[in-house]
């Protein structure tokens, strides 16, 4: 059962403009939701993360909108960049349970066209 | 700074044969480590977390057969057997557990193509 869905699977934008990946989740104790961001050939890196205290995460470009009652985030990054084309991922993890363990979403693959 | 070392990098594994993976914690402020793999479709799947020397689990999972054991405060290892379809493993490392500790760090990863 996948608890964490990404939508959409494969994203293209022009440069310049808003992105927005989509992230929903089902465990309602799910109580950390990190992005990270793979390039091709590399290991992913944690890009930003925010707690369900928090409905808004921003870091320069990229902000997390987080909706709790609708169990849904969203990451927008403004004024997009050729090298913000990567695979994104959202994830997902409970501190009271299965400690460590990250779920992940199936990824959204983003290409910024020039 | 590179917290992790994996070995090796990547590996052609003939189909029936068993596979050794090794980790190396380089920073010992990120205690916590951990196992997830990589399909062939993208997809990651945590597979482990073990925190102490002596630790060990095994799973099996569509395509893979999985031994981890944490042999020392810096090592990690994975035995990956029966294995029927490529895959690339990841060790990640975090601090602890809540807080900012929560961020995991991932390793560069081994990939293995089956013969």
């Known amino acids: 059962q996948q608890q964490v869905r990404q939508s959409p699977q494969s994203l293209t934008v022009w440069e310049g403009e808003t992105a927005i990946l989509n992230c929903s989740y089902e465990d309602s104790t799910f109580d950390y939701f990190p992005w990270y961001w793979q390039f091709p050939r590399e290991s992913p890196a944690l890009l930003i993360a925010i707690r369900p205290v928090s409905n808004k995460k921003e870091d320069g470009r990229f902000t997390i909108f987080f909706n709790k009652r609708e169990k849904k985030l969203s990451l927008h990054i403004t004024d997009s960049q050729p090298g913000d084309s990567a695979t994104y991922f959202c994830?997902?993890?409970?501190?009271?349970?299965?400690?460590?363990?990250?779920?992940f979403g199936q990824g959204t693959k983003l290409s910024i066209k020039p | 700074v590179t917290l992790l070392e994996q070995n090796p990098r990547w590996r052609l594994v003939p189909r029936g044969q068993a596979v050794n993976l090794r980790c190396i914690l380089k920073n010992s402020q990120y205690p916590w480590m951990s196992w997830y793999q990589q399909d062939l479709q993208k997809q990651l799947q945590w597979l482990f977390t073990?925190?102490?020397?002596?630790?060990?689990?095994v799973k099996s999972l569509p395509g893979a057969d999985y031994l981890a054991t944490r042999v020392t405060d810096t090592e990690l290892r994975l035995q990956v057997a029966n294995m029927s379809q490529g895959r690339t493993l990841y060790c990640t490392c975090?601090?602890?557990?809540?807080?900012?500790?929560?961020?995991?760090?991932f390793g560069p990863g081994t990939r293995l193509l089956v013969l």
């Open positions: 994830a997902a993890s409970a501190r009271n349970y299965n400690q460590g363990k990250l779920i």
């Open positions: 073990l925190r102490s020397p002596g630790d060990k689990e």
């Open positions: 975090s601090a602890g557990l809540g807080g900012h500790q929560d961020t995991q760090y």
